[in-house]
């Protein structure tokens, strides 16, 4: 992992038209009028700027570095799953909420579409966000704040293909259980496969935003939940949680080499009471622009 990359493992948790002659208005009526008009028109130029950045990262290929992925299409439900998030409300809840029936897999919050931001974008996230499982966007925008939720149909999420960001980590991961490998000191023999599990990826994702967005790297939030506590908050019922969380990586192989190169992390990757898996990230902020990664894995209550 490069110099920037940090990783983190947390220890595993037990058991939670109205028609009328236009009327004569005076001129600070006028003025109040015209910005108005000119607050409008930057939230919609705020948002046609992300929708355009997005489409030209896709299509161009990451300036031809990835496979042409087609535009994303512009989902109402998406907006109002942005809208909910920008109310201060967990991610993972806001859509569960929402009847989406696809899978949301990335989504970041940014003031007035910086264009630092969107730099920031196609240089460290561009090769996720060029995944072409990813059919559609959703957009909120308050004053200078717009929220920007990214989501693959449920049609796509099913088919997992190889380019799926967590397809991708489902295998790295368990094609390191079923070998077996050394975390650290500690041998482990092989052990069964995990499954993805869309819950466990909603509260990952959750996690990963709030990380991006407020600039901390820590499995405990800032509310003072563990993984364990947001787990259940998600509404799933498990007999044990594992987390690991890294800083800096740019594609799931990196991730999951890391992991695996550190003893914490590794076991959890290994421990076979395991048997269901969330994986997400989120791209930060400010100066810390790098790629924000949160692995839920967990023992699912019978």
Request: aromatic share 6%.
């Amino acid at each position: 992992m490069g110099g920037r990359a940090r990783i983190g493992a947390r220890a595993r948790t037990g058991a939670r038209a109205r028609i009328g002659a236009w009327p004569q208005i005076g001129a600070p009526l006028v003025r109040r009028a015209a910005l108005l008009a000119i607050a409008l028109l930057t939230m919609r130029t705020a948002e046609a700027d992300v929708l355009h950045t997005l489409e030209v990262l896709r299509v161009g290929g990451c300036g031809g570095t990835q496979p042409a992925a087609p535009a994303l299409a512009h989902q109402a439900l998406l907006d109002r799953v942005a809208a909910g998030w920008s109310s201060g409300r967990p991610l993972a809840t806001v859509a569960a909420d929402s009847g989406y029936s696809g899978v949301i897999t990335t989504a970041w919050h940014t003031r007035d579409a910086d264009p630092s931001m969107l730099r920031g974008l196609k240089r460290t996230g561009c090769r996720l966000l060029a995944d072409r499982d990813l059919r559609e966007v959703g957009l909120y925008q308050r004053a200078q704040d717009l929220w920007v939720v990214l989501g693959t149909p449920s049609s796509a999420a099913l088919s997992h293909p190889p380019s799926s960001l967590a397809s991708r980590v489902l295998d790295l991961v368990n094609a390191a259980r079923a070998r077996g490998t050394q975390c650290g000191s500690r041998s482990f023999a092989p052990a069964p496969p995990v499954a993805l599990s869309s819950t466990l990826g909603g509260v990952a994702l959750g996690h990963a935003t709030d990380m991006a967005e407020h600039g901390y790297f820590e499995h405990e939030d800032l509310s003072g939940r563990t993984p364990a506590d947001r787990v259940r908050a998600a509404g799933y019922r498990e007999k044990l949680v594992g987390e690991n969380i890294a800083y800096g990586p740019q594609t799931p192989d990196e991730v999951v080499q890391g992991w695996l190169d550190s003893p914490g992390h590794c076991e959890n990757i290994m421990d076979p009471r395991f048997g269901e898996m969330g994986i997400a990230y989120a791209p930060g902020r400010a100066a810390r622009r790098g790629l924000y990664w949160v692995q839920l894995l967990a023992a699912p209550r019978a």
